[in-house]
């Protein structure tokens, strides 16, 4: 049984600077004087605009530029949840708006509605109230049409209930395309324990370009990949390793069930919550599992 | 229009974007130089008569060209270039929005900048000279660094076409600006720039912890039994399979962290550049 959630994660649609600030900022000092931590994730530029309308406010709001934040997101999740953990540490909530940085392609529109969706639940347990801001002359259509799946209430000229706002397992499945098969893999030998699977992955990222700090950060994700399968799994069935456009690719098969949740290692370690998954993602470029003729594999791309 | 170099095969620039995004700092270089005419070009239809400069533009439009390639995916069918260039543009656009941006004072700052302006004409009056910014400091109450951020906002921002000296052959304040290409200012550009995208979890290690892990398991050097990398520290495999074991386990639980937020208050780009042009 799933607690109710402590987050609340809304969107602000604006369409000019001044929207933006006069949002923003009354909702921040709203928070202020409840004596909630607050935080604006944004640009540069948009943090020069905020800092000059809180004035003296400024200086109790914390800063974040969101600029190298949106590479993954998994790695973005990683980054707000620090920045939350680090802000509960002052105060029993906090408030904070973010602009996100999503791109334009379908691919991009695709990825960071899953980003918006995966956060309704990666700080549900987080007393925290999260406005997401979009800028509604740059972000993609399709963007803001998404929006309203992810966001249970919506600012656009005033706050509104979305009828849109979907289950985030649910939208995530949707989302999530199907892997394709890399028939170019090559098999490695089958292994009966953990620390066989290390030395004979080792052996793999010998002829692989890569740094011996890369390299050390595949054997600590793939580990945790192959414990799962040792655990959970049944043992493993295949290990497949090669390059697949330029990325060292690492696929295990196991003779278990698997898992069908979509959020499977985008919640951070916690009672209740393990570790190995989320290690997994933050160490690697993506990771995908899924069903496949050979059994539960889970593919992951450095 | 694209001017790099095109003999680049697709493989190759596959293989340069997925290097620099896991932090490999000579295919970063590689990728910026190849891309650096394209940066150029975009840079190129800002007005660099306008409150930006060159350097500046190319700069942004490197950090973006980076940004881009941690984002990159090839199978979504996007040629590099046109995913990137919207990255690229879109920094220096932000950087363009920020510096432009007419200063806005806060209540607070607005009567501390009225304040500062008395004093220097109190300061005028009885003196008869310009008051140092000591003496403004002393008048005012403020420190040294306020002052001058006072002063900073009320400076009428230098045009690039401004003469640098008096006469018709002088100049542009523009043409004083270096161009880091000229100058090789792209290497520490780079160098200042965070282009380390993995993380490096092997910080957390001592150097016998790395020593192990490396040589057990052949990363940038030939694998070694856990006996033979034993009888190099003088202990036992056994000895040696522990460290391993902890070094690991360290591994994993500063994977399991949560990066620490960047919250340190930043420093408006507009601000360093308004100081800068005003000196």
Known sequence: MSCPSLLRHNALVYESDEEYVDGSVAFLREGLEAGEAC??????????????????????????????????????VAQYYGT??????????????????????AADVREWTTYESITNVAYSHLPVWVVCTYDARRVPDALIDAMWET????????????EHFEDPRDLVSRLTPAPEPLPGLRSLPVVRDVDSFRESLARELGRENLTADVAMNVLVACT?????????????????????????????????????????????????????????????????AFQSPAGFSVRIWF | MLQRDKSISAKHERELVVATDRGDQ???????????????????????????GRSELLQEGVAGLLFAAKRYDPATGTPFWAYASFWVRKSMQELVADVA????????????????????????????????????????????????????????????????????????????????????????????METQAVRSLADQLGARERAVLESHYGL????????????????????????????????????????????????????????????
């Open chain 1, 151 to 162: 966001h249970s209430h919506v600012h656009a000229d005033e706050w509104r209930t979305s």
């Open chain 2, 101 to 192: 941006r007419p200063v806005a004072l806060s209540d607070h700052a607005a009567r501390g900048l009225a304040q500062v302006k008395a004093a220097r004409r109190s300061h005028l009056q009885t003196q008869g000279a310009e008051p140092t910014r000591s003496e403004l400091a002393e008048a005012t109450g403020y420190s040294l660094g306020q002052v001058d951020s006072l002063l900073a906002s009320d400076r009428v921002p230098r045009s690039f076409e401004d003469p640098v000296a008096a006469g018709e052959a002088a100049a542009t304040f523009g043409e004083t600006v270096a161009d880091p290409r000229a100058e090789g200012e792209y290497e520490q550009v780079l160098d200042r």
């Open chain 2, 220 to 279: 940038g050097r030939s694998p070694r039994t856990l006996k033979e990398i034993g009888s190099d520290f003088g202990i036992s495999a056994e000895r040696v399979r522990q460290i391993e074991k902890e070094a690991l386990d360290k591994l994993r639980l500063a994977a399991a962290e949560p990066p620490l937020p960047r919250t340190r208050p930043l420093e408006s780009k507009r601000e360093t550049l308004t100081t800068h042009r005003s000196q």
């Open chain 2, 26 to 52: 000579a295919a970063c270089r590689e990728l910026v130089e190849r891309f650096l005419p394209a940066i150029g070009g975009l840079a190129r239809s800002f007005d660099f008569g306008g409150p930006v």
């Open chain 1, 224 to 288: 945790e990949i192959a414990a799962n399968a040792f655990r959970h799994g049944g043992g493993i069935e295949e290990v497949r390793v090669g390059q697949v456009d330029a990325r060292f690719v690492c696929e295990v098969v196991d003779r278990g069930s698997g898992f069908d949740d979509p959020l499977a290692g985008y919640l951070a370690p916690r009672e209740g919550v393990g570790a190995g998954l989320w290690v997994a993602r933050q160490l690697s470029w993506r990771l995908d």
């Open chain 1, 39 to 76: 935080a604006v994730g944004q640009t540069r530029d948009g943090i020069s605009r905020m800092r000059e309308a809180l004035g003296d406010d400024a200086d109790r709001v914390a800063f974040f530029d969101v600029s190298s934040v949106y590479t993954r997101p998994a790695h973005a």
């Open chain 1, 84 to 105: 939350f953990l680090t802000l509960l540490r002052e105060a029993p909530s906090v408030r904070a708006v973010a602009e996100g940085q999503f791109g334009f392609t």
